[in-house]
């Protein structure tokens, strides 16, 4: 079967994503600020959007304004959001929990009127949600920081779902090259406002902190332009972030099987645990095929 690209964007992008998040807590733990290094992070995604403006075309009335300046700042806050549950909680949970993404997708998609969502997609929708709730087990030592997780989470869900409406809705308006490189400039301005919240001097981030911030930062990056293009220039906003939800699957994989690799030890947390998550996995696995088949 011969996928199109903009199901294929998704699916590496997920994966890039999980391996990049498990570097993210790597660099946190080895002493990045949490405000500097979304702002490291923010500053790694407007060089690699910078790609967008090969293609965009500047039109003459520029009363959409507001889409991309809005889906700019919703981005900035699903960043904040997510590298604090990344930075206080698991990664094993965090990833998997961001796939309630999906289900703000397809709430916010009807709700705006950006476009219709099939019944596949919905009950793809409702299965991931299904599988999130198993992929979250924990243990009764851990729990705190997994209900931390959980709650940082789905807020950082809630805004990046709103933003993917967002860039759906309004690049009906605008050149999607364009649209996106508004939407960067937004993303950089409101990442300003976090130079206050700076701890400490520069030159006293650990240089360890600073080679794992710097790959991760770069993957994540990267998958963000994946999910971009297949968003922006091709809609389906729903059935990709059905797709991108794999990224659970590979953060429980990677975490379990090779977390020793990235310093992670979240895959001692219990076979019963991990078992779960695997029918998590599994669920998750329903759904991509859900989408891929309607």
Not at 143 to 150: D, G, I, P
Not at 191 to 219: C, M, N, Q, Y
Not at 250 to 279: H, K, P, Y
Request: aromatic letters at 14%; a positive charge; one cysteine or more.
């Amino acid at each position: 079967m011969n996928l199109p690209i903009y199901y294929v964007l998704p699916l590496i992008s997920g994966f890039l994503y999980a391996v990049g998040a498990l570097i993210s807590k790597r660099a946190l733990n080895a002493g990045f600020g949490v405000a500097r290094y979304i702002f490291l992070s923010n500053v790694m995604l407007a060089l690699c959007f910078h790609v967008f403006y090969i293609s965009a075309e500047w039109p003459q009335s520029w009363s959409g304004i507001h889409w991309p300046l809005l889906a700019g700042f919703g981005f900035f806050l699903g960043q904040v959001f997510t590298f604090l549950a990344i930075r206080y909680g698991d990664v094993s949970v965090q990833a998997p929990v961001m796939g309630t993404k999906v289900v703000f997708v397809a709430l916010f998609t009807v709700a705006m009127g950006a476009g219709p969502v099939p019944v596949d997609w919905w009950l793809g929708a409702i299965l991931t949600a299904i599988a999130i709730f198993l992929l979250s087990a924990s243990n009764f030592a851990n729990r705190v920081s997994t209900y931390r997780a959980l709650v940082l989470s789905v807020i950082s869900a809630a805004f990046f779902g709103w933003t993917d409406v967002m860039v759906q809705q309004g690049t009906e308006g605008f050149h999607p090259g364009t649209f996106l490189v508004i939407m960067n400039y937004s993303l950089v301005l409101s990442s300003l406002t976090l130079i206050p919240f700076f701890r400490g001097r520069l030159r006293d981030t650990p240089v360890e902190a600073w080679k794992w911030g710097l790959i991760s930062t770069a993957l994540i990056g990267i998958q963000a332009v994946g999910m971009a293009l297949a968003i922006a220039f091709h809609g389906r906003a729903t059935a990709v972030n059905i797709l991108y939800s794999s990224r659970g699957l590979w953060s429980v994989l990677l975490v379990w099987v090779a977390g020793s690799l990235f310093a992670n030890l979240e895959g001692q947390a219990g076979r019963r645990i991990m078992l779960r998550r695997l029918v998590g996995a599994v669920l998750l696995c329903i759904a991509i095929a859900l989408v891929l088949t309607a």
